[in-house]
């Protein structure tokens, strides 16, 4: 067992840093220092940055424009711009209908969609959710009818991340009303500029438009933008659900928050000192950064099980729920390290610190890390079942 | 020991209770948090006329010569709909500094006009780099002619933008020492500064501000520590209201909100998720209590010891309530739009306020009561 990277590994992650230090334009690294909110234009800045040196999509083959890295290759990258603090991208495209369409879809599905998931061309977003049916998703009732040669679709999604934003959605509809749940279920691609589609933005807790309303109005699509077979759309969404909830360890943003934390506190004072020397203060600092590295480790031990092979199984359920728990604690910590500057709530720049001004605002949003990716409650309803093989009720 | 509230006190309750639920639905802050003043003048007037704003200030002066048991009762309302007027900044923080720091003339003249809702104080402790210290501050005062002149700076000075009354801390040769600063006085300008749960406060600026002296000068360092454990005595009671509201509010939802075809209160998981909420919510409920009855207290340990012990459970206790009630809303939860989102703001304004977790657990262990008997 060697759990240090290789000298190659080690020289590969200096590369990412001088990369990112370099290609970063100065208005987005302004951001980055002070972690601020990105907008969507600025993501896409980003997306196109990377793309045009072919990182834009590391978990991708190299045939189709990955750059053919190995794991622990794509786990450095990941965490060395997530430290730097650099826009995350949309994971929409590049993290979950292009690896879909990648498994699943047809050569023509390939052609037409993902080249312009990689240049940023097309933006997406994702159409799972709906008012009644979110932890319950197999419960959705947007319907697609079936019309011969297309399809159409009514119905609302909502929390839709971005749809704002994008050129297209995919979709679960259901396709089958008369089969148990799951099995009348399809996966669908549809064009965000079709009529009967409308989206109505709506604010989060942190002040920022990041979800939505999606509405459905007799919206046609043509039979096409099915990907895999009618009625089998289930399979092939909880597949992506397991990739998703790699996404979100979130190891670098963690690391770059309570280095943030860090900061604050050491340019904080309290009594003849700083915050950081406070002893009680620190303490609760490390006692976090102890349970990030523990969760670094556990993210590492999945990937090398990814390199040998294997599919993101039920263990991802645990980097989700750790991963967005510590993400929220840390972004608790920056707030207790500011003191009564977490009152503030987008006030002229010299009211707090430059680095202090989102802070409230990601704080708020970011109690919705433990919900979105299939709740927290949701991931121990899995480990309990596909782990642990506890009985559940109602059933033998 | 008799923890039941006295004939006055229920009223007091009732009426709050009403006043909440009729007048002043969550709806009302909403609407609110976008105006120019963050409240409404006429209710805080007719609070005036209710005789609410005098409640825990001295007959003398034109109060009701209650206590902070009698103005806990109206905050434990007021936070379950998150009521917008200034009763912590302008008769917790406004009226209890003078209270414990001005003479008897002072408080009769100030006092009085704020009591019938005509005037609001406010209080200007904090600076950026003063913590949860109200004697790490670095404003001075200096003679000038029969009065006095101060220059530095305040921050978060509640309800400092709408106030008519300031009461600001400095430095004189004497020591810390409290000042009444007039609105429009002359070197004073306050830039109003949102608050994340939709408040006011003022950033206060003094460039050779024209004060007066209130009390003896070099004796606000004991007034201003018995004026801040009142208002985080207050917080607590305020803490309570919001996490009484969020709980009921979650409870609601388990038994409304379904999927897998059953109301989602369903799943044990949740059960013993708002069972651990319930709990919690009682533990605020009992050491508020316990902190408001101390707050007037002359024996420091004793007050600091109940005051600390609250505020600590406030920013453990309350703030479980409101980020699992969060949770439990599932997507909802986090929008602008649900109205928990208001109440989990306020809930993380009332921890940072007055000393936050770490600063009343370092007060409460460095009590000699903390090692008495050892
Ligand atoms: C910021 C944000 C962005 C999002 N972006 C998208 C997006 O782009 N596309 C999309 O499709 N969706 C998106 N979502 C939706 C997200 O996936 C859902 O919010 C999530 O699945 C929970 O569903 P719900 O909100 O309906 O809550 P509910 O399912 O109603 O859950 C309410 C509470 O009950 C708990 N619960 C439910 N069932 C059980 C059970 N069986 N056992 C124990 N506890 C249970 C939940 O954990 C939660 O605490 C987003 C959500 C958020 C907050």
């Known amino acids: 067992m060697d759990l240090s990277f290789t000298p190659e590994e080690e020289a590969f992650r200096a590369e990412v840093r001088a990369f990112v230090a370099s290609a970063m334009p100065p208005h987005l690294a302004e951001k980055a220092a002070v972690d601020g909110h990105f907008g969507m234009d600025e993501m896409m800045e980003w997306h196109r940055i990377l793309y045009a040196k072919g990182w834009v999509a590391p978990h991708w083959p190299k045939e189709l424009g990955g750059p053919g890295w190995s794991v622990a290759q794509r786990f450095i990258f990941t965490e060395e711009l997530e430290s730097a603090g650099a826009p995350i991208l949309s994971p929409f495209g590049l993290a979950m209908v292009g690896p879909l369409l990648i498994q699943f879809g047809t050569k023509a599905q390939k052609e037409r969609y993902l080249p312009k998931i990689l240049s940023g061309e097309e933006v997406w977003c994702q159409g799972y959710s709906e008012p009644g049916s979110g932890s319950d998703l197999a419960s959705l009732r947007t319907e697609a009818r079936d019309e011969g040669d297309h399809f159409v679709v009514n119905g609302q999604k909502t929390w839709t991340t971005y749809a704002q934003y994008a050129d297209w959605i995919f979709c679960l509809v259901r396709t089958n009303p008369s089969v148990k749940q799951q099995a009348g279920i399809s996966f669908l691609l549809i064009d965000m500029k079709t009529e009967g589609v409308t989206v109505k933005p709506m604010l989060t807790s942190g002040h920022t438009p990041a979800f939505c309303d999606t509405f459905f109005d007799n919206v046609r699509v043509p039979k096409e933008n099915v990907v895999g077979k009618v009625d089998q759309g289930w399979t092939m969404a909880k597949a992506l659900l397991g990739h998703e909830r790699t996404l979100i360890a979130a190891v670098g943003q963690s690391a770059r928050a309570i280095q943030r934390v860090k900061h604050i506190a050491q340019a904080t004072r309290c009594g003849d000192a700083t915050l950081l020397d406070d002893p009680l203060f620190r303490a609760k600092v490390a006692r976090l950064e102890i349970q990030l590295e523990a969760h670094r480790m556990a993210n590492l031990r999945a990937l090398a099980g990814a390199q040998l092979g294997h599919a993101p199984g039920p263990e991802s359920s645990i980097l989700k729920l750790r991963g967005s728990e510590i993400l929220q604690q840390a972004y608790e910590l920056a707030m207790d390290a500011m003191g009564q500057n977490a009152l503030s709530w987008f006030n002229e720049p010299d009211v707090v610190p430059p680095d202090e001004h989102w802070v409230p605002s990601v704080f708020n949003y970011n109690r919705a890390t433990t919900i979105y990716g299939g709740s927290n409650e949701i991931q121990k309803n899995i480990i309990a079942k596909l782990i642990l093989g506890l009985p559940q009720v109602g059933k033998d | ?374």
């Not at chain 2, 075809?261 to 059960?271: E, H, K, M, S, T």
Request: hydrophobic residues 45%.
């Open chain 2, 1 to 374: 020991m008799d923890l039941s509230l006295t004939d006055d006190q229920k009223m007091i309750k009732e009426t709050a209770a009403s006043f909440v639920k009729k007048d002043s639905p969550v709806a009302r802050a909403r609407e609110l948090r976008d105006s120019a003043l963050g409240w409404d003048a006429a209710v805080y007037r007719q609070m005036g006329e209710l005789g609410w704003l005098g409640l825990p200030l001295p007959e003398a002066a034109g109060g009701f010569g209650g206590t902070m048991v009698d103005a806990a009762i109206l905050l434990e309302e007021f936070g379950k709909t998150l009521v917008p007027e200034p009763y912590l900044a302008s008769v917790v923080l406004g009226g209890r500094a003078l209270v414990h720091g001005a003479t008897a003339a002072q408080q009769a003249e100030l006092l009085g006009p704020m009591i019938e809702g005509e005037r609001v104080i406010s209080l200007a402790w904090a600076e950026r780099g003063s913590r949860y210290d109200p004697e790490a501050i670095e404003a001075r005062a200096e003679r000038r002619g029969e009065g006095w002149a101060i220059t530095g700076e305040k921050v978060w000075a509640l309800g400092a933008h709408a106030a008519d009354d300031l009461i600001v801390s400095a430095r004189a040769d004497a020591g810390i020492s409290l000042f009444h600063v007039a609105k429009g006085a002359r070197g004073l300008t306050v830039q109003t500064v949102k608050t994340m749960d939709g408040g006011r406060a003022g950033r206060v600026r003094l460039e050779g501000a024209e004060a007066r002296l209130l009390g003896e000068p070099g004796a606000a360092g004991a007034a201003l520590s018995r004026v801040l454990d009142d208002a985080a005595a207050a917080a607590c009671a305020e803490g309570v209201g919001v996490a009484t509201a969020v709980l009921w509010m979650t409870v609601e939802y388990l038994k409304t909100r379904k999927q897998f075809g059953v109301p989602i209160g369903v799943f044990q998981a949740l059960q013993h998720r708002a069972v651990d909420m319930f709990v919690a919510t009682e533990l605020l409920k009992g050491t508020s209590i316990l902190a408001n009855a101390r707050a007037g207290s002359d024996d420091v340990v004793e007050r600091q010891r109940a005051v600390s012990a609250a505020k600590a459970q406030l920013s453990s206790g309350g703030f479980y309530v409101v980020a699992q009630g969060t949770q439990l809303h599932g997507g909802i939860g986090v929008t602008d739009e649900h109205d928990i989102s208001l109440y989990f703001k306020r809930m993380r304004v009332l921890m940072a306020l007055f000393g936050d977790e770490e600063h009343h657990v370092a007060r409460y262990a460095a009590l000699p009561s903390f090692t008495a008997g050892l």
